[in-house]
């Protein structure tokens, strides 16, 4: 499957983080909630296609801007949308 960057999930959507292409500061916040290489989470619910996205990973939720979603790059999980 190829990369796709987070943003362009759906809500339910679950995948695989395959990239954290942010700044020094936000990657390590991100880590230190769970974000980081090869973590599975699920795309929870989106405020419009430019808004902010809540994603779940383990039993974390994360709200991330659609700046700092457009620069985490995935892998779709089959079979996740529904």
């Not at 999930?9 to 954290?20: K, W, Y």
């Not at 929870?44 to 659609?66: F, S």
């Amino acid at each position: 499957m190829s990369n796709l960057a987070l943003t362009a999930l759906a809500p339910r959507q679950q995948a695989v983080v395959t990239a954290l292409n942010v700044e020094f500061a936000v990657r390590e916040r991100l880590a230190a909630l769970g974000m980081r290489i090869g973590r599975r989470l699920q795309v929870v619910r989106r405020v419009g296609a430019a808004g902010p996205m809540q994603v779940r990973i383990d039993h974390t939720d994360l709200i991330l801007r659609a700046a700092e979603a457009g620069r985490i790059q995935v892998e779709l999980l089959p079979d996740s949308s529904s």
